[in-house]
């Protein structure tokens, strides 16, 4: 088969061995799209490796369909339109997943939107309602709101009413943010978000891709048993905490990744997507957003732009294109 493989942190379509054949619970998807994400582009620079046993192909999301299926299989048939969460291998035209990290893509939407489903709705829900066990009415702050990430959380936040801030990068992207659910944001290149959190009247939950400098301005805007969940460190991974604010607040800080879980950690999450999720994709209320397509002969190009930090939403990659 083809797939992508990096030299000298380029991206390259060639020629790699065939996958063996799907075992026990695993199915073998003939990959239409892969979603691009942003720890893809720290795998391509040598700083976030795969997990111990998965492939070393980058792509952790696809669409696409059942070619064969192992012997233990129970929800799928060869034929079936599956979008599935990855540890890895999705930049390439076939993948191998444990079909617990696979769910049929919702009724009426195509191959090439439910690609840029599993990696961003997974983490949204994950880490807002399972993490941070996010409470109806409760309000959140998400750094990064334009991210693939952030517009799957505004547009969650919005469904299950709990009211969102953004920061972002541009006056533009507040705006898209807001057209998405966001009640208020804040352009990043303005310096510290605190006062204007603050007078939007605080949060109960923040949503943190950033880290750096953020966690302490992330306390200064918590309410009292306010939770911060850690997702990234795009700001650095070095930083002060105000542990007697921590103490008094009765703050919790949570560390969260989603690709070291395994197959049946990934799939209760896509299990509770299919539950929450699925259904609002189905009657239009959350739509994924799409920022750019490119093909997978492509992806050097689709990752500079996506390392530009100019895109609202997805990026995603043709592979067969269906
Ligand atoms: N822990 C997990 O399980 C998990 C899972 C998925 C994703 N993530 C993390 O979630 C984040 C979003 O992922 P994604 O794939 O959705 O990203 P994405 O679509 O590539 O968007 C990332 C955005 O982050 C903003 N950004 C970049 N550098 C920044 C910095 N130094 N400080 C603040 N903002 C910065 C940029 O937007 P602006 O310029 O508009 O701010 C950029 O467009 C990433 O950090 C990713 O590693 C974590």
């Known amino acids: 088969m083809y797939a992508i493989a990096v030299k000298d942190s380029h991206l390259h379509w060639c020629e790699h061995n065939d996958l063996p054949s799907p075992g026990g619970s695993e199915i073998l998807i003939d990959v239409a ?155 990043r290149h303005d310096g510290s978000f605190v006062e204007a959190v603050q007078n939007w009247g605080g949060v109960d939950v923040v949503l943190d891709p950033v880290a750096g400098e953020y966690i302490e301005w992330n306390q200064q805007v918590l309410n009292l048993d306010g939770r911060i969940i850690l997702i990234g460190f795009m700001g650095g991974r070095e930083t002060s905490v105000d542990l007697a604010r921590m103490l008094m607040k009765r703050q919790r800080l949570i560390g969260s990744t989603l690709r070291s879980r395994s197959p049946a950690g990934k799939g209760s999450v896509m299990d509770a997507l299919y539950a929450h999720v699925w259904p609002l994709l189905e009657n239009g209320r959350i739509k994924p957003l799409i920022d750019r397509t490119f093909s997978i002969q492509e992806a050097d190009e689709a990752m500079r732009y996506l390392e530009e930090n100019t895109s609202t939403g997805k990026v995603l990659m043709g592979v067969s294109g269906a």
């Open 33 to 187: 799209w892969a979603g691009m994400n942003r720890a893809d582009v720290l795998q391509r620079d040598g700083g976030y490796p795969p997990p111990k046993g998965a492939s070393e192909i980058l792509g952790l999301e696809v669409s696409g369909v059942v070619a064969s299926i192992g012997p233990a299989v129970e929800r799928f048939r060869v034929g079936d339109q599956v979008c599935a969460l990855l540890a890895g291998g999705g930049y390439a035209e076939q993948v191998l997943v444990n079909e617990a990290q696979a769910l049929r893509i919702p009724q009426g939407m195509t191959l090439r939107d439910a690609a840029a489903l599993p990696e961003v709705f997974a983490t949204a829900w994950l880490n807002l309602f399972m993490e941070a066990d996010l409470r109806e009415g409760e309000r959140v702050l998400l750094h990064a709101g334009a991210s693939g990430v952030g517009t799957a959380a505004i547009q969650l936040c919005r469904a299950f009413n709990n009211p969102c801030f953004v920061t972002v990068g541009s006056q533009d992207k507040i705006e898209a943010c807001q057209s998405l659910g966001a009640d208020g944001g804040w352009n």
